[in-house]
């Protein structure tokens, strides 16, 4: 956000307020007393403890849905508490998860990453030998699929975790891929590449060469540490701004060839249906979209008065322009605030003053990429989509009601 932008902002804000929060009583001067916290000694460190969020904070998890029954296990998934997320980086422990065979526990002293197929030189490399090479790191988003698969055309979810907690945003750190299939040496009539995970399920997808050797990294670190286990430790592949399992976890193979492999994955999972009755393939790029965090789902307003409206936009086809608000169901839009940093595939933070008056309203963002693509309605989307059976790519504009009561819902399909 540009320092003018930011003034503004506050500006706005404070006249919104009025002292309205004041008259409230929450911020009342009152004779502060001496908390028992003051008066003795605190917990001292504990070397060997890996650092834990507050007791405090022990509500902020992820969950798996609760609208779809697992019961198996196996192929799974747990969900980002996108609510308590007050910035663009997602801490490792609330990541997103998705496994479709259970998560392995490997020893990175004894796995090995093997590039073959079209290629002048085959070669399997050790972890030590991956880190070894030049790295790189990169703040991008990380988005699978089916979030939103179940919230399409009528309020299945309760809370944004339900609704969009498949969504995480991350720094990655490793190698550019194009360093290692350098060394490998590409065959010139090699046009796809395979990446193969070591978990049971073998996962694994085909991508064109071109996504390789632009953007997509073969991945070791998160945020500041290893991977974890849940996220593809010890090695992975990130390819940014596409969906979440082409970024195969727990990367073991990596093959070149002149034709895509045609997996299950890629057949009967993964799939668009269109309006013709067909299936698209190969439909891997998460489209522009946004969503209001902050008031949301299955959070309670504490009365009128000054809001600050927030939430994320972010876009698998570049960085995110601009992002409109309504507090009427989409009657009447005003451009929100878009905070700084802005960065490509990546989460981006935007907010907008709100002065409840508490009467019934809807939120909803609608966010514009810098391709100019600009996030659909569900009608919008309808024209160039069949919403039928197991659906994915969901990026639809979001609806919060807030009612007289300041109870907020999630109102998809009913706007």
């Not at 593809?232 to 970024?247: C, D, F, K």
């Not at 322009?321 to 507090?327: E, L, P």
């Amino acid at each position: 956000m540009a320092k003018n932008d930011r003034r503004d902002f506050l500006r706005r804000s404070a006249a919104l307020t009025g002292g309205a929060l004041a008259a409230g009583g929450t911020a009342r001067a009152a004779p502060l007393a001496v908390p028992a916290t003051n008066q003795e000694p605190g917990r001292i460190i504990e070397e060997s403890a890996y650092g834990v969020p507050s007791k405090f904070e022990a509500h902020v998890k992820r969950r798996r849905s609760d609208v779809l029954k697992n019961r198996q296990n196996l192929s799974d998934w747990s969900m980002t508490p996108l609510q308590y997320q007050p910035g663009i980086i997602t801490p490792n422990g609330l990541v997103f998860e998705r496994h479709h065979a259970g998560t392995p526990d490997i020893d990175q002293k004894t796995h090995r990453l093997a590039i073959h197929g079209m290629v002048k030189q085959p070669l399997q490399f050790t972890m030590d030998d991956i880190v070894r090479y030049p790295s790189v790191s990169r703040f991008h988003f990380h988005e699978c699929s089916g979030n939103g698969l179940t919230d399409w055309l009528k309020p299945a979810s309760t809370t944004v975790q339900q609704t969009h907690g498949l969504l995480s945003g991350v720094l990655w750190t490793g190698v550019p891929a194009s360093t290692l299939l350098d060394e490998a040496g590409i065959d010139p009539k090699g046009k796809w590449v395979l990446f193969e995970g070591a978990d049971a399920s073998a996962h694994t997808r085909s991508i064109p060469l071109e996504k390789v050797l632009d953007d997509t990294l073969i991945v070791y670190a998160m945020n500041g540490e290893a991977l974890r286990p849940e996220n593809g430790y010890p090695v992975r592949v990130v390819i940014p701004g596409w969906e979440g399992n082409v970024s195969v976890k727990w990367l073991r193979r990596v093959k070149v060839a002149d034709q895509p492999w045609y997996f299950r994955s890629e057949t009967a999972r993964y799939t668009d249906p269109m309006p013709d009755g067909k299936w698209r393939q190969f439909s891997m790029v998460m489209e522009c979209k946004s969503v209001i965090t902050s008031p949301s789902g299955g959070q309670q307003l504490k009365g009128p008065g000054f809001y600050e409206v927030s939430g994320l936009a972010w876009s698998g086809s570049g960085k995110i322009r601009g992002v409109d608000v309504s507090f009427d169901g989409g009657k009447n839009w005003r451009e929100a605030v878009v905070e700084d940093p802005v960065m490509d595939k990546s989460l981006t933070r935007f907010k907008a003053a709100w002065n409840w008056d508490g009467t019934p309203a809807t939120l909803m963002s609608r966010a514009v990429d810098s391709n100019g693509y600009v996030q659909p309605s569900v009608a919008d989307l309808r024209k160039t989509r069949a919403i039928v059976g197991f659906v994915q790519h969901n990026n639809v504009i979001q609806p919060w009601t807030v009612s007289a009561n300041g109870e907020v819902r999630n109102a998809i399909g009913q706007v």
